[in-house]
């Protein structure tokens, strides 16, 4: 079966999406099956990275993303002789004549007030609702995107695969010297709490600010809140809040490692990888107790009610002070990641593939 997958997604900087595909390509490599895949893309994407070594590329200049949905797609289909197509995203072309396999990870841009009434989000919404009876397959990456998914877009349950997505094998334990590397290089002078993520509205960076203030002054003292990600617009005035817009790939196993606490107060996701990423590298993890987090975390982490900053202040607060909490979070955390591998997610996707 030969399979073209858009990899548009992957970039320099390295989004969910991009991590799930070169997750999928990497593990691609240890399996014997009749699968081909043709990787497209654009000027942007990056195919220097080393999963995606010994597959064919197309690669295409992107001038209007729409005329790249709908014509181009189709045009490399037909010379490439494809037989399926899987796309990363909501979108696919909609006069395509293979089979197709789509993913949408959460819904979040149409339930929360404060993406929905976006003339994006609007056009997603009514895109599959006229166009997903050509569909094949749609994967989403948790039980809970997947009941989201039925209740707002009126999707058939037999239609929708949940897929775990997994967590790479680099994430693990640092060396000392690896963590001091890192900490030197972000002036980390001081014990930390990790945020990791971007800033966008329903990561509810606002509560965790707000929990921050109330912590006591005699933890302040030895802790400082690291908030790694959050892209260069983000803004904080605060002494003991330390702001690194973008950190590398290769970074993140370290800067993990070496915080006391991961915290993630996030109050809506598909699915959830950097609490578990951190739980791989040993770090305790607290985190909000809605949308998918209970169901990926189970009783590996800590939670609080995201829009209750007493509550945040109060887990951070238990946490950092109890070494044996920790110690016996870590151990949790440990077992609990050994759910999401490379193996298990790839052995899901090739099923269905196989099955249109």
């Not at 895949?37 to 690669?59: I, W």
């Not at 189709?74 to 909609?94: A, N, T």
């Not at 110690?327 to 759910?339: C, N, P, S």
Request: glycine share 4%.
């Amino acid at each position: 079966m030969r399979i073209l997958v858009d990899c548009r997604e992957i970039q320099k900087n390295t989004t969910g999406i991009a991590r799930f595909l070169l997750n999928l390509f990497k593990g691609l490599k240890n399996f014997k099956e009749e699968l081909e895949c043709v990787l497209l893309g654009n000027q942007y994407t990056d195919f220097k990275r080393k999963e995606l070594d010994g597959y064919k590329k197309v690669v295409v200049k992107e001038k209007n993303t729409f005329y790249f949905d709908q014509v181009v797609i189709l045009k490399v289909i037909k010379e490439q002789k494809i037989d399926l197509f899987f796309s990363p995203y909501y979108k696919f072309p909609v006069f395509v004549n293979v089979p197709t396999i789509t993913s949408i990870f959460d819904v979040m841009y149409l339930v929360l007030e404060e993406y929905k009434n976006d003339i994006r989000n609007i056009y997603r919404k009514n895109f599959i609702k006229f166009t997903y009876g050509k569909v094949k397959k749609v994967i989403t990456s948790s039980n809970f995107a997947k009941n989201e998914i039925i209740k707002v877009l009126n999707l058939s349950q037999e239609k929708i695969e949940v897929v775990y997505l997994a967590v790479d094998e680099k994430f693990k334990p640092q060396l000392y010297e690896k963590i001091k590397e890192v900490k030197d290089k972000y002036k980390i002078n001081k014990n930390y709490i990790l945020y990791l993520g971007n800033a966008k509205p329903h990561k509810n960076l606002n509560c965790l600010l707000s929990a921050w203030q109330l912590i006591d002054k005699k933890i302040k003292k030895d802790y400082i809140l690291v908030l790694a990600g959050v892209g260069e617009k983000f803004y904080c005035n605060d002494a003991d809040i330390l702001i690194i817009p973008f950190v590398s790939e290769e970074e993140l196993p370290a800067l993990y490692s070496g915080a006391t606490v991961f915290v993630f107060p996030s109050v809506y996701e598909g699915f959830g990888l950097p609490p578990l990423e951190a739980m791989a590298c040993g770090c305790p993890v607290i985190s909000s107790n809605v949308s998918t987090m209970p169901e990926i975390l189970n009783d590996a982490c800590l939670y609080f009610n995201p829009f209750d900053i007493n509550k945040i202040s109060n887990v951070i607060s238990e946490v950092v002070q109890s070494e044996s909490l920790r110690e016996k979070m870590r151990t949790k955390g440990f077992e609990r990641v050994k759910i999401f591998t490379i193996e298990k997610m790839v052995n899901s996707l090739i099923k269905i593939f196989g099955s249109v």
